[in-house]
């Protein structure tokens, strides 16, 4: 089972909920994919010193938070940038060009170094260092859009969007705030209710994961994996069956049934191998007062899936407009879909509270 999330660089969507819901969503997938804050975070980190230098620049300026002392430390980047520019093109260099030429690329190498120790201390700082091995092992697979400034093709996050909900084969992740965008029942609250737009099913808890070891999460996924494979099954029937189905009221027993009988036999006995794992016991016990972290499935229509990213600006309106027609190709848009999330608590993230931001 692949799980995929999908987040712009101006989105609306949490950089601590997506943390929050990355370590769930690893125990329980077999394969990741993320096009996000975080896939750009760790992208960056392993790929600084291969960043073009006008990439190397645009991350560099962009992300500068600027006071005066900075301003006059950016203007010397700045001026050295476009030296570099202009010596490179410039077809007939004399000697003392091409010897400034060469300090000043040395120079930018340190710009791009400065990069990659930023981008580690966002991920040391987010508590995301366990994550590396899935990253080297394929795992866990992160997308950015490349090091040359050509790479940056943003209509790319569009494409697997279209590709995920048209092909039925990816389990879609998103924010658990779509609280504030839609009103949301629970799947009990289905018959009570005729005006929704989401329904939530939640299924296990989890405490905060980020304090396991690469070693201790690899254990406890591997452990998980043999009482998940009934349930993956199970998954992928019920997005076969729901797109079948258009989502409405009119359809609640429908949905209800179809959900039921996929979804309810594994909560007690997933959530009993959760429970009795050696280093989930260890945290609960070292941490017994902890908010946990409530992994569950949404389903919705897939045309209120379109146009939650568009609201929270992964995609721009545009894109909404084309994903909707290519997909109209394959499905109804009124057609059941689901996804999956993580409720998180309100505690305390410490530097896990918003999206990277470059300072030095």
Not at 202 to 231: A, G, I, M
Not at 265 to 278: A, G, M, N, T, Y
Request: with cysteine; glycine share 2%.
């Amino acid at each position: 089972m692949k799980i995929c999330f999908y987040d712009g660089f101006d989105s609306d969507f949490d950089f601590a909920n997506e943390i929050a819901s990355l370590f769930p969503n690893l125990l329980i997938a077999d394969h990741l994919f993320y096009f996000s804050s975080i896939s750009y975070t760790f992208y960056f980190y392993l790929n600084a010193m291969e960043l073009c230098d006008e990439l190397a620049m645009d991350i560099y300026e962009d992300s500068y938070e600027l006071n005066e002392n900075n301003q006059n430390n950016l203007d010397k980047v700045r001026e050295n940038f476009h030296f570099i520019k202009k010596i490179t093109h410039k077809k007939n260099r004399n000697k003392q060009e091409l010897i400034y030429l060469g300090r000043m690329r040395k120079y930018f190498d340190f710009i791009k170094n400065d990069i990659r120790r930023y981008y580690e201390s966002c991920i040391n700082d987010s508590f995301l260092t366990s994550l590396l091995p899935f990253i080297e092992d394929g795992s866990f697979e992160i997308k950015s859009y490349g090091t040359q400034i050509n790479d940056f093709n943003r209509d790319e996050i569009m494409l697997h969007i279209t590709k995920s909900i048209i092909d039925l084969e990816d389990v879609i992740s998103i924010d658990d705030g779509i609280e504030s965008y839609y009103d949301q029942v629970t799947l009990d609250e289905m018959d009570e209710v005729d005006d929704f737009e989401v329904v939530n099913i939640q299924l296990w808890e989890f405490p905060q994961l980020h304090r396991l070891s690469s070693t201790q999460l690899k254990y406890t996924r591997d452990n998980l994996k043999p009482v998940l494979e009934p349930f993956k099954k199970d998954l992928k029937e019920l997005q076969h069956e729901l797109i079948n189905i258009p989502f409405g009221f009119e359809n609640t027993e429908k949905i209800k049934q179809i959900c039921i009988n996929r979804l309810y036999k594994h909560i007690e006995p997933i959530q009993k191998c959760i429970d009795e794992s050696l280093y989930i016991i260890k945290i609960k016990n070292e941490f017994p007062y902890e908010p946990k972290n409530t992994f569950c499935i949404g389903v919705l229509s897939i045309l209120t899936l379109i146009e939650l990213y568009v609201e929270t600006e992964v995609i721009t309106d545009e894109m909404g407009i084309e994903i909707k027609a290519e997909v109209a190709h394959h499905h109804d848009l009124d057609s059941s879909y689901f996804y999956c999330f993580c409720k998180t608590p309100e505690i305390d993230r410490s530097g896990r509270t918003a999206k990277p931001t470059f300072e030095l």
